[in-house]
């Protein structure tokens, strides 16, 4: 099995011209980690060959914002990419992180009216499920 690691940004709090925020992809046996996802990260995705809609696992390491800052748009780009009317089952994201998380995208999400068009699903570092977006932006 071959992995492929991919340096979005190492620009740690503040970024460059030439070092975005922290964000890292991981590509391995058909999966595609996103480790963190600092602001600037749907940019330096477009400038890589990897493709957002194929993130399938999302893990923010803490709350800080030069690690989470760009999760709300990423989301509402994967979003505005998936189309509603094909009738297919839609891959779920799983996204990991500390506690504060899940509010912290519920509250962006909420504030801006964004609607994603797709399963999102949280769930902390024990893997304990913290929020799923299908269910919990419907109400």
């Given at each position: 099995?071959?992995?492929?690691?991919?340096?979005?940004?190492?620009?740690?709090?503040?970024?460059?011209?030439?070092?975005g925020?922290?964000?890292?992809?991981?590509?391995?046996?058909?999966?595609?980690?996103?480790?963190?996802?600092?602001?600037?990260?749907?940019?330096?995705?477009?400038?890589?060959?990897?493709r957002?809609?194929?993130?399938?696992?999302?893990?923010?390491?803490?709350?800080?914002?030069?690690?989470l800052?760009?999760?709300?748009?990423?989301?509402?780009?994967?979003?505005?990419?998936t189309?509603?009317?094909?009738?297919?089952?839609?891959?779920?994201?799983?996204?990991?992180?500390?506690?504060?998380?899940?509010?912290?995208?519920?509250?962006t999400?909420?504030?801006?009216?964004?609607?994603l068009?797709?399963?999102?699903?949280?769930?902390?570092?024990?893997?304990?499920?913290?929020f799923?977006?299908?269910?919990e932006?419907?109400t």
């Amino acid at each position: 099995m071959s992995m492929d690691m991919t340096f979005l940004g190492t620009g740690s709090a503040y970024p460059s011209p030439h070092r975005g925020a922290s964000a890292v992809v991981l590509r391995t046996g058909g999966e595609c980690w996103l480790f963190d996802c600092g602001e600037g990260t749907q940019t330096q995705l477009m400038k890589s060959q990897l493709r957002a809609g194929r993130i399938n696992k999302v893990f923010i390491s803490h709350l800080h914002g030069d690690h989470l800052f760009g999760l709300p748009g990423l989301l509402c780009t994967v979003s505005l990419n998936t189309n509603p009317d094909i009738q297919q089952s839609l891959k779920c994201v799983d996204i990991y992180g500390p506690l504060g998380l899940r509010k912290f995208l519920r509250v962006t999400l909420g504030l801006t009216g964004s609607q994603l068009l797709f399963p999102y699903a949280g769930r902390s570092k024990a893997n304990i499920l913290l929020f799923n977006f299908r269910t919990e932006l419907k109400t």
